[in-house]
C-alpha cells in the first residue's frame, strides 16, 4: 500500500522563526506532491504543490524542497507567523491514479508562538 | 483557486436517523469527487470517489450501503449517511479536483455530524 510518513507531529515556533515539515514516500510511482494547511473546524486549503520533476517550489513565504532519490519533500514556512498555526498535510498522488487521487500523511500540529 | 461548498456546516441527528450532506462545486464542473471523514487530531480518511454517472468506488472497510454516495450532476455530490449510530460521528469532508488538466484538488468546508 502506498505510504506517505510525515513527520514532526507537533511543532512550536517563534515568531519569525523556520517552520520545516518533513514528508517521505516508498512508492516511486507518485507524480504530484501538495501541502494543504487546515484550520480547527474547517477544511484543508491547498497551500503549494510541486512535480518531481522540480527540486524546489517557492510562493511567498512557503518553499516545498524535492529531493527524488530520497523519496522525500518538506515545507518551509519562513518568517513564521501567529496565523501560521494550524495543522499542515502533505499529500502525494499516484501515477497511475485516476481523478487526482491523494495519499495524505498524518499532518503536523503547528504553533507559532508570539 | 476553485470553490467547493458543503451544506450543512454542521448537523445534529439522533441514533437510527439519516442524514445527507451536500458536496457542490460552484465555478467549476466536476466528474470526479472524494468523500473523507476525519476524527479529532487525525489525518483525512478517504472513504468513497464519487463518479458522475456511474456507482461510486469505495474503500475497504468502509460500507456501501450505510455511506449512500449520489453524484447528481457535474457539481453536485451527496452522501448519506443512513441509520446513524454515536460512533458515526465524524467531520466529513469532499473533495473535487479543479479539472482534467490539473491535479490541484480543492476541498469543502466540511461538515460536523453528531449523532446522539
Known amino acids: 500500500q502506498q505510504q506517505v510518513k510525515q513527520s514532526p507531529q507537533s511543532l512550536i515556533v517563534q515568531k519569525g522563526g523556520i517552520s520545516i515539515i518533513n514528508c517521505a514516500y516508498e512508492?516511486?510511482?507518485?507524480?504530484?506532491f501538495p501541502w494543504y494547511q487546515q484550520f480547527p473546524g474547517k477544511g484543508p486549503a491547498l497551500l503549494i504543490a510541486?512535480?518531481?520533476?522540480?527540486s524546489e517550489k517557492k510562493e511567498g513565504r512557503f518553499t516545498i524542497s524535492f529531493n527524488k532519490s530520497a523519496k522525500q519533500f518538506s515545507l518551509h514556512i519562513m518568517d513564521s507567523q501567529p496565523g501560521d498555526s494550524a495543522t499542515y498535510f502533505c499529500?502525494?498522488?499516484?501515477?497511475?491514479?485516476?481523478?487526482?487521487?491523494?495519499?495524505f500523511g498524518e499532518g503536523t500540529q503547528l504553533t507559532v508562538n508570539p | 483557486g476553485a470553490v467547493v461548498s458543503q451544506h450543512p456546516s454542521w448537523v445534529i441527528c439522533k441514533s437510527g436517523t439519516s442524514v445527507k450532506i451536500e458536496c457542490r462545486s460552484l465555478?467549476?464542473?466536476?466528474?470526479?469527487m472524494f468523500w473523507y471523514r476525519q476524527f479529532p487530531k487525525q489525518s483525512l480518511m478517504l472513504m468513497a470517489t464519487?463518479?458522475?454517472?456511474?456507482?461510486?468506488?469505495?474503500e475497504q472497510g468502509v460500507e456501501k450501503d450505510k455511506f449512500l454516495i449520489n453524484h447528481a450532476s457535474l457539481t453536485l455530490s451527496t452522501l448519506t449517511v443512513t441509520s446513524a449510530h454515536p460512533e458515526d460521528s465524524s467531520f466529513y469532508i469532499c473533495?473535487?479536483?479543479?479539472?482534467?488538466?490539473?491535479?490541484?484538488?480543492?476541498f469543502g468546508p466540511g461538515t460536523r455530524l453528531t449523532v446522539t
Open positions: 473533495s473535487a479536483p479543479a479539472g482534467i488538466a490539473t491535479y490541484e484538488q480543492y
Open positions: 512508492n516511486t510511482a507518485f507524480d504530484y
Open positions: 510541486i512535480r518531481p520533476d522540480v
Open positions: 499529500a502525494a498522488k499516484g501515477v497511475e491514479t485516476s481523478g487526482s487521487r491523494l495519499t
Open positions: 465555478d467549476f464542473q466536476a466528474t470526479t
Open positions: 464519487s463518479n458522475e454517472g456511474s456507482k461510486a468506488t469505495y
